[in-house]
DNA sequence: GTTTTATCGTTTCAAATGAAACGTTGTAAT
DNA sequence: ATTACAACGTTTCATTTGAAACGATAAAAC
């Protein structure tokens, strides 16, 4: 008597499977373009939102791990798109924020993203994308019970 | 001006973190419970649908690439879970399939796999679920358009 | 004020990863 | 038949990975 576990029905299965294809398909077109990788695009996306922020905090917001963060910011600081400046209060902070090429890169890069999401997001109704947030909202807050807190997430593609 | 992506309401961002704690924290019941790795629970789960099955086929099945199912098999074979035998009309061929162990292992595995996603699935309606399938069915669809067919996805949780 | 203790970011190192090369076997072309 | 070509699974090797150790700074305890 097999347990019914049929892997295309099963969660977490489909949803990696659709999590690489969506991370692949994007990360395809800003590496080929844009020559930023997958952890580079994260932490550039992340400070898109707000700035200055400290390495931590952006591993907070992505969670990635800080050594990852760490070496993704040096490529991003040695590219010339970030300015990383000490803390005035704090010593051990980085204050990270765009330089002026790194503003332009994302005047540039964030455009397209959005337009690559519209485009994917088409064959979804609007009531269907409200419905898709909720869902993965409920979801996402269900697992988290299960997770001890500031577990750092491995990676996969984004 | 800045353009207007928010992060938490990118969907590529958010399925992928969506997904890596699902995985997550399934992932830590296996691994701690059952002694598998995320590659071998794949092969192994996948195994539980259908046998036998070549190494090429779970490749395809998975979506993992084929030097990481080569290695997963081997380890899965020397743990005496998985019996590997020569295809008897093409010797390219492997067959491979439940040991008596792996069979037990899958009887107990399998079982609570399915209780985890019940539970994680408990804050959705019927509705909703039957919502979830179907939007991740458009989505999948949809991006799978832009990649080239049988490019392998790269890693992430399960 | 001195001594723990904690936090931030980097570095180290062993393990995992995946693209490409490889040996082997099967298939197609001639 | 012989020769090219393709498919399967393993192995190699350079790169990426993340857990842990680390140095430096700050905060807390005493």
Redesign the pocket.
Known sequence: MPPDLRLNRFLPYRLNILSKKVSLALATRYQERFGL???EWRVFATLGQEQPL???DI?ERTA?????V??A??RLVGAGLLDRQPHP??????RLSFSRKGRELYAQVAPEALAWEAQLLSVLTDAERDQLWALMEKLEQRVAEEIPAST?L??GLD
């Open positions: 990788s997958i952890p400290s390495s931590n591993v990635m791990d800080k050594a990852k760490s070496r910011v040096n209060h704090d010593q051990r902070l980085l750092p491995s990676d």
